[in-house]
């Protein structure tokens, strides 16, 4: 029989399978996910905090008027701060604790700036779901270890704010801060 | 669905006609609610809550368009804005109240929907799709809600989106980053409050969408009925309309009746007073609790008091939280037993009580402040919920002996009345097999 000359078809394959059109399948279903993945992103992106959100501003505190035993709660960066004076009752009390039965290890001193031990600063944010904890307002309740305790899910902390019972995982954060004057401290 | 003895469109009116062959739009419709979907014709009132389960989201969603038009999404206002809506707004209150009490009313009726499903079996097989397009609708409705009641900017508000988002915070590594993503910050601001409108307008709609999707796998297989047992023939059917369409249309005037009752003398007793105080970001409450339809898995997630291995106990609550709705998607793989209807079922209908029982329970230890005995109750209770689907549902269903069931529907309704059961029965017309809907 006289052979015929036609042109190849489509589904003409090559013997070892692959075609030059697979490589431009390939190619044009990876550029069309990049193209996606690029187009998605900023709809995701444009969710993340502005830029007005992130110029956060540090603030100046005035601890002058805090007598011993007191706090003072200020708001920074939308979130409350908490700034206490301890008494040495409750320094002492924070220091008795054997540090290694803590569910997050944390001595005072390693909570506070040298020579300030006495100033007690952290964020008032619960680590658990984020509540801020009774205990810095005048007769609030201070949970069972005297620090503070939190209403939302019963997250207890101990005079060095550090978690003792409940269900956060961790001791009240403490945020960036430095005196610069005995009674007066840079938050941020 | 249709059986082979459903009643075709047949247009009669010249307009009818021509319509018909262009865009068949009332034949779509009489196939899907009219005299050509038969149905099983032993339904009781309980199958009554899908279709009030679907007016309340058109409640929400005119209620909530309406409230669009006057609220104003921005931290600054939002609070007044409502007490505007509240104090100016022609008949403002009565939409507000509407909107507040219709999101518990639909909650209120998805559950029993839920619970109606469980006790007749109707999850299991071929109506697992349908089941699983039930629970995502669920999932949306409750994200919906949540960022709903935020929008108030009341003091509920403001720190329910500080622990709902705080829930994303206890995933490993991602969390952070997950909770910035969704707050627009570092914590609950105006750009919160602001996505939160955006997206509650949103997906009140998705869910309208995933409802469609809900009824034409409903009405693939046809709807289940109180014995379990298939549809074997015309007997066992009267058509949807008029029959159904007249019953629900009573039970709406009874579900309306009481709604109205609700929403014009007590709109504020399934709320909480806290949520009148405007949003201070300085101060939690004393007694937070989410709103009542949270409230058992509210329960569950605060159960989880102690970490286990190198899980902590936040990471713990917020997944067993998460998977006590999860769970349900594997319900039909779980309960095995080949009876669908808990009315055949003597050890697993008690045990479904028991399940109400404890789900009853766990509601009132979420409303509760997270003391004891509130907190022990809720452990206990949250470890029979999971036994329930993963230990005793399967066991049960393998070990169970049911009672025997009723050759068919008409005969099961017959007997009730006493008389003998037809000859007729499925004679000739053998199981009907179910065709895929227009």
């Given amino acids: 029989m006289a052979s015929e000359t036609r042109l190849p078809l489509d589904t003409d394959l090559p013997p070892d399978g692959e075609r030059r059109r697979d490589f431009l399948y390939v190619a044009t279903g990876a550029f069309a996910a990049v193209g996606a993945a690029a187009f998605v992103w900023p709809m995701i992106n444009q969710m993340n905090p502005s830029a007005d959100v992130r110029a956060m501003a540090s603030i100046d505190l005035d601890l002058a008027s805090v007598e011993p035993g007191q706090a003072i709660k200020v708001s920074w960066r939308g979130k409350p701060v908490f700034a206490r004076q301890l008494t040495p009752a409750e320094i002492q009390q924070a220091n008795a604790v054997n540090v290694s039965t803590l569910r997050d290890p944390q001595t005072l001193a390693e909570r506070t700036k040298p020579g300030s031990e006495k100033w007690l600063i952290t964020l008032g944010v619960c680590t658990h779901l984020g509540c801020v904890p009774l205990g810095a307002g005048q007769g609030e309740v201070r949970g069972d270890f005297g620090g503070y305790f939190c209403p939302c899910h019963g997250s207890h902390y101990d005079t060095a704010a550090r978690i003792r019972k409940g269900p956060a995982p961790k001791n009240l954060e403490v945020p960036q801060y430095a005196f610069k004057t005995p009674t007066s401290v840079t938050i941020g | ?438």
């Fill in chain 2, 1 to 438: 669905m249709s059986f082979p003895w459903a009643k075709h469109y047949q247009p009669t009116s010249d307009l009818g006609k021509y319509m018909d062959s262009r865009l068949p739009l009332p034949r779509f419709v009489h196939g899907a609610l009219g005299a050509g979907y038969p149905t099983p014709k032993n339904l009781n009132y309980f199958y009554n809550f899908g279709v009030l389960a679907g007016v309340a989201l058109v409640v929400q969603i005119i209620t909530g368009i309406i409230l669009g038009m006057h609220y104003a999404a921005n931290t600054t206002v939002a609070f007044d804005s409502v007490e505007h809506i509240m104090r100016d707004v022609s008949g403002g209150w009565m939409f507000r109240y509407m909107h507040a009490v219709g999101a518990s009313f639909f909650f209120a009726v998805v559950y029993i929907h839920i619970f109606r499903g469980l006790y007749y079996g109707s999850f299991k097989p071929p109506r697992e799709v349908l089941w699983m397009l039930g629970l995502v609708i669920f999932l949306l409705m409750m994200a919906t809600a949540f960022m709903g009641y935020v929008l108030v900017w009341g003091q509920m508000s403001f720190w329910g989106a500080a622990v709902i988002t705080g829930l994303f915070s206890a995933l490993p590594i991602v969390g952070e980053a997950i909770q910035t993503w969704l707050l627009g910050g570092f914590a609950p601001d105006n750009a919160t409050l602001n996505r939160f409108f955006s997206l509650h307008y949103l997906l009140p709609f998705v869910i309208f969408g995933v409802i469609i999707l809900h009824i034409w796998a409903l009405h693939i297989p046809g709807s289940n009925n109180p014995t379990g047992v298939d549809v074997k023939g015309p007997q066992d059917t009267v058509p949807f309309h008029p029959y159904y369409t007249a019953k629900d249309f009573f039970g709406l005037g009874v579900y309306l009746t009481i709604f109205a009752a609700v929403v014009f003398f007590a709109p504020n007793v399934l709320g909480e007073a806290d949520n009148y105080i405007p949003a201070n970001p300085l101060s939690t409450p004393a007694h937070i609790v989410p709103e009542w339809y949270f409230w058992p898995f509210y329960a569950i997630l605060r159960a989880f008091t102690t970490d286990l291995f190198f899980i902590p106990a936040k990471l713990l609550g917020v997944l067993a939280m998460f998977a006590a709705i999860l769970l349900l998607f594997f319900l039909p793989w779980l309960d095995t037993s080949p009876v669908r209807s808990n009315s055949y079922r003597p050890l697993n209908r008690i045990l479904f009580w028991v399940f109400v029982a404890v789900c009853l329970v766990l509601g009132v230890c979420g409303g509760k402040p997270a003391e004891e005995p509130w907190v022990r109750l809720s452990q206990i209770f949250t470890a029979y919920y999971f036994a329930h689907f993963l230990i005793i549902t399967p066991l049960v269903s393998r070990f169970e002996k049911t009672l025997p069931l009723p050759n068919s529907i008409s005969e099961a309704v017959l007997a009730k009345y006493g008389k003998p059961s037809p000859a007729a029965t499925a004679a000739g017309v053998g199981a009907a097999a179910p065709q895929p809907a227009e």
